[in-house]
């Protein structure tokens, strides 16, 4: 069973560019976390989605942030008109159902963004 | 709202010494307890969790005690391997975690 699948693994955009940051969840789950890790910091919550849905964005930051989770396909974070401050590593985690005593998320390996 | 306060690292210390990391919380109701290891240029990896108070996660060797009294879940480990330098993070919740801004573990042969 393949694990939590984030890709590019690396990607560098210059200023005003967008990036966009994918993750396939593991085979089975359908709920989807991103999270931000800054240089030097632990990580912080973005947005939760289920397929078609998103269920709570209150760490995405209220503008050129957004993220979907199709019915077909990966989940996708999109940013637009990326600025210096946007370099992080963005980690995608999944988890087979609501959140519950018995479910433990799973961490992709990141993808980490640089922004020149 | 949540939140978890880690010891600042790093912590340096010399192979098969004893480690302890500090993690404190603060929740509404009983969130679960984790930690993950993240090593250098890595993602994160589950290391142990505990879901209720009294708990002990254990993993590799490492242990940790979901202590409701003092809001703690220490890591702790006997001794230590040059293997084990990485960065450990303490997070509460489900889902949507909430960290620790992590400790980095420097270990010495």
């Known amino acids: 069973n393949a694990g939590v699948m984030q890709n590019p693994r690396h990607l560098v955009r210059r200023r005003g560019q967008e990036a966009r940051l994918r993750c396939s969840p593991m085979?089975?789950?359908?709920?989807v976390y991103w999270y931000r890790q800054l240089p030097e910091e632990g990580l912080k919550f973005m947005v939760y989605?289920?397929?078609?849905?998103?269920?709570?964005e209150s760490g995405m930051p209220k503008e050129r942030f957004s993220a979907e989770f199709p019915k077909e396909g990966p989940s996708i974070l999109r940013i637009q008109q990326v600025v210096r401050g946007d370099s992080a590593a963005y980690f995608c985690?999944?988890?087979?159902?609501?959140?519950?005593?018995?479910?433990?998320?799973?961490f992709g390996e990141g993808s980490w963004l640089t922004v020149v | 709202g949540n939140s978890v306060t880690q010891m600042e690292g790093p912590v340096t210390l010399s192979e098969e010494a004893f480690l302890t990391i500090n993690c404190t919380y603060t929740?509404?109701?009983?969130?679960?307890l984790f930690w993950y290891v993240q090593y250098p240029g890595e993602g994160l990896q589950l290391l142990l969790k505990?879901?209720?108070?009294?708990d002990k996660g254990s993993n590799k060797g490492f242990e940790a005690t979901y202590r409701k009294e003092t809001t703690s879940f220490h890591l702790e480990k006997g001794s230590v391997q040059v293997s084990d330098s990485a960065v450990y993070f303490c997070?509460?919740?489900?889902?949507?975690?909430?960290f620790g801004g992590g400790t980095r573990l420097m270990v010495k042969p």
């Open positions: 985690a999944s988890s087979p159902g609501k959140e519950s005593s018995g479910n433990t998320i799973y």
């Open positions: 085979k089975g789950h359908s709920h």
């Open positions: 989605l289920q397929k078609e849905n998103i269920i709570d």
């Open positions: 929740a509404t109701g009983y969130p679960s």
């Open positions: 505990a879901t209720k108070a009294d």
């Open positions: 997070a509460l919740g489900w889902g949507m975690l909430t």
